[in-house]
């Protein structure tokens, strides 16, 4: 059996009477890149938070690369890289300026920080604007740039959540490249995204989560294998996520009712 | 094809813009939930109403004042007056917070006459605006209670100078929009705006000196002044009072010409936003290079080798924090001039206000108190300005001790160079003091800023406030950040004052300095002790901190 990259054990977030993460025992094996689903308001955001430090868990563990992150917070941020819901970007510094900080905090020398700098956003093709400061960048080109700084310090496990919103399809190939990559060399990806056929594509594992409860957790085979498709044709994972969060398309508005629109 | 049966007519156009205002502003209130945010809404409302009040008594009375000795045109002054209010305020208010809630109409199936008569109705409901109809109100209830004949002439001038003035105040406002819809353009003119109010400062010392002499030339410039629309309201009464009808003529057909003039140019400008103007912060796109780019990139400047990297790290970024804030930076010219300023009024050979010059001795220790009073106010707030960017601080494997040092170190930095810029002033101005005094407040400042930031440290993380670069309008810290702030400079400034007194006392000037010095040591002390415990505290309050931060 693989490593363990990431162990949750009933992991639990409370905001008052709303319990937005509830006793969530997950467990996401060391390179895979893991797609983590829900509908809008299920808990996703705040789940990625609190795996990343952003958020303090009301009760439960958390283990990354076999690390108690309430134990060792330091040596855990140490090792992972985020792209988190607001992106994190002092605008008021150049793309280059952030990733140097980054860099540097992270503990990356001078010299590397520079040589990494310049390759990521070569790479992400933000090189040709040295002077511009990030509030100037597109949100695309935001997005490029939190993902740059992310990835500097070569982290072992990298959150992504929504990384792909308002990037263009260019850029989007080249990240998703990139992404692959580091899953071959042995990193932990864990995405979130609403665009079902992105996670499908880049994704092994996946889990999937609902009013703050895992409701699925497994690889995309073994998901398949619980929702039977149509007859010669693969299920696709819109299809899963529908049976399983939406009760086979119970829950989905009826489009009918707005009868004048048409 | 939409399934609309007709558009809404000009009237109820405007009924359903005032509709939305409305409930902007209701639930704008809703919002406030914090008890220090409502106080400082009534308050500001309660101050706004007494200043128009005020001044309304003064307008009725000073009208009342010049009806009833015949100078009917010295109305022209009050005229004046209300015009330099009327057109300057708005551009501040509303110039450092671009708002395109107007422009964001022109998504709706608006016809332009609509648009141009809600742009107007818009200027007329600004604060700047009712005031002056308040004050304009007044004026003609005095006319009528001293010289009913006047009220029609009266309500004639006025009628005209509104129009004049709505017209105008929203041909400019609509030109700074689209000036100021640039970050560094608003920065600038924010700056400047501060430089303006201060540079008024050496208007007494100025007029001291040269207003005798240039009192001629002043009055020759004036005379022009008789063509600007604030002058032709007076003419029409002053001809009216005087039964000189071509007066009147002249006066109402050049108030009525600057409408109409404005009103034109207005519409021009209207109708290049109705077929949709783009104004935007975004930079315009530009062409990817294909070639690998070879200029200098940020290297990371020098290391400071008895710092850990985290600190020197942070203390890079917050230079260029601080550079790039163009308010800021200029702010920090402030201090040496005001310094001046005072060197003026209270010291040297000759000073305008005191007879006397102060003593180097209490001048000295009291600008230094005044340069640490104006600078060290922010620190109270340290990551208003970081935005979304405070998650990053949160994610980084560093302690975030590092993070206060490289802020505190940068706040000491800055604090360094003012003070040394402020003695040299003093220093060329009046003289430095004796060696116990200058030894004594440079002791004091340390125990003064360091204690102070420790303080400000924790008032930072348990009260933050968001603020915006190049803002004024809505910038206001938390009500608790503001009261620790100003209790702790009370207590501070009693206590050295305390210190500095009891070496008089005593007859010993070699006190107040190994009293300073042991409080200071005890202030650096308390900060590094502090230091781990803040540590704990941004830990525990880090949801409340980003979720007020990255609003």
């Known amino acids: ?262 | 094809m939409a399934d609309v049966a007709r558009l809404p007519t000009l009237p109820e156009q405007i009924r359903l813009v005032a509709g939305l205002r409305w409930r902007i502003l209701r639930n704008g209130l809703k919002t406030k939930a914090r008890v220090w945010d409502l106080i400082g809404l009534v308050i500001s409302s309660i101050v706004g109403v007494v200043f128009v009040g005020s001044l309304s008594i003064v307008f009725f009375s000073v009208t009342m004042a010049f009806l009833r000795v015949h100078r009917e045109a010295r109305l022209g002054l009050l005229f004046w007056g209300i015009f330099l209010w009327w057109q300057v305020l708005p551009i501040f208010v509303a110039g450092f917070s671009p708002s395109f809630s107007f422009r964001s109409l022109l998504r709706f199936p608006m016809s332009f006459p609509a648009f141009y008569l809600i742009g107007i109705a818009y200027g007329l409901a600004d604060s700047a605006a009712m005031a002056s109809i308040v004050w304009l109100f007044t004026m003609t209830v005095a006319v009528a209670i001293v010289n009913i004949s006047l009220l029609p002439a009266m309500i004639l001038a006025c009628a005209l100078f509104v129009a004049a003035n709505v017209t105008l105040e929203r041909l400019v406002g609509s030109w700074v929009e689209k000036i100021l819809s640039k970050r560094r353009a608003r920065e600038v003119f924010l700056a400047l705006f501060v430089m303006l109010m201060v540079s008024l400062q050496f208007l007494n010392p100025i007029l001291q000196k040269y207003g005798r002499s240039a009192r001629p030339e002043v009055e020759k410039v004036g005379r022009y002044s008789e063509l600007f629309p604030a002058s032709l309201p007076g003419k029409i009464l002053a001809g009216s009072g005087a039964n000189d009808f071509s007066a009147v003529g002249l006066g109402t057909a050049g108030l009525a010409g600057y409408a109409l003039f404005f009103g034109g140019l207005l519409l021009a400008r209207y109708r290049t936003q109705y077929r949709g103007e783009e104004l935007s912060e975004t930079v315009a796109p530009k062409r990817i290079s294909a070639k690998r780019v070879t200029e200098r990139r940020d290297g990371g400047g020098p290391e400071i080798r008895f710092l850990p990297v985290a600190v020197t790290v942070m203390l890079k970024k917050e230079i260029r924090y601080v550079l790039r804030n163009g308010f800021a930076s200029m702010t920090l010219l402030f201090p040496p001039m005001l310094v001046f300023l005072f060197s003026l009024q209270f010291g040297g050979a000759h000073p305008t206000v005191s007879n006397r010059p102060l003593s180097p001795d209490l001048f000295f220790p009291a600008v230094m108190g005044y340069v640490v009073l104006a600078l060290i106010a922010p620190s109270y707030n340290v990551f208003a300005f970081e935005g979304r960017g405070m998650q990053t601080y949160f994610m980084l494997p560093v302690k975030f001790r590092d993070v206060l040092l490289g802020k505190n170190l940068m706040l000491a930095a800055i604090l360094s160079t003012e003070i040394l810029l402020c003695a040299i002033v003093l220093a060329w101005r009046g003289g430095l003091p004796s060696a116990p005094t200058l030894f004594a407040t440079f002791a004091a400042l340390v125990f003064s800023v360091v204690g102070q930031l420790a303080l400000a440290n924790w008032s930072s993380l348990s009260f933050p406030k968001k603020m915006e670069f190049g803002k004024m309008q809505g910038q206001r810290q938390s009500g608790m950040a503001v009261l620790i702030a100003f209790s702790a400079q009370i207590v501070f400034g009693v206590t050295c004052g305390l210190v500095l007194f009891a070496g008089r006392v005593a007859g010993n000037p070699w006190l107040p300095l190994a009293i300073f010095v042991f409080l200071a040591a005890a202030a650096v002390a308390g900060y590094v002790a502090s230091l781990d415990p803040l540590t704990k505290v941004a830990e525990k309050k880090k949801e409340a901190i980003l979720e007020i931060l990255m609003k």
């Open chain 1, 1 to 262: 059996m693989q490593d363990a990259a990431i162990i949750t054990e009933k992991l639990t977030r409370k905001f008052g009477a709303l319990t937005a993460v509830d006793g969530m025992d997950l467990r996401v094996a060391s390179g895979q890149f893991f797609g983590f689903l829900g509908p809008n308001g299920a808990g996703k955001s705040t789940t990625i938070k609190m795996l990343t430090g952003l958020l303090t868990p009301t009760s439960g563990r958390m283990q990354l690369l076999g690390i108690d992150f309430a134990e060792k917070p330091v040596e855990v941020k140490r090792q992972i890289g985020v792209v988190p819901e607001g992106m994190g970007l002092f605008e008021r510094l150049t793309g280059a300026e952030y990733l140097t900080f980054v860099g540097r905090m992270y503990g990356l020398d001078k010299l590397t920080t520079k040589q990494r700098s310049e390759e990521l956003l070569d790479f992400m093709q933000l090189g040709d604007r040295p002077k511009t400061m990030i509030a100037d960048y597109s949100h695309g080109m935001q997005k490029k740039l939190a993902l740059a700084a992310a990835v500097i310090h070569g982290p072992r496990i990298l959150f992504l959540d929504e990384p792909f919103e308002g990037v263009d399809a260019l850029a989007a190939g080249a990240l998703k490249a990139l992404l692959a990559r580091m899953t071959e060399r042995g990193a932990t990806i864990f995405l979130t995204s609403h665009v079902l056929e992105i996670v499908e594509r880049l994704c092994s594992h996946v889990a999937i989560i609902d009013k703050g409860m895992l409701v699925a957790q497994g690889s995309l085979v073994e998901l398949r294998a619980g929702v039977p498709g149509a007859e010669g044709r693969t299920t696709t994972l819109e299809e899963i996520f529908l049976s399983i969060v939406g009760q086979g398309g119970a829950e989905r508005p009826n489009v009918e009712e707005l009868s004048w629109l048409m």
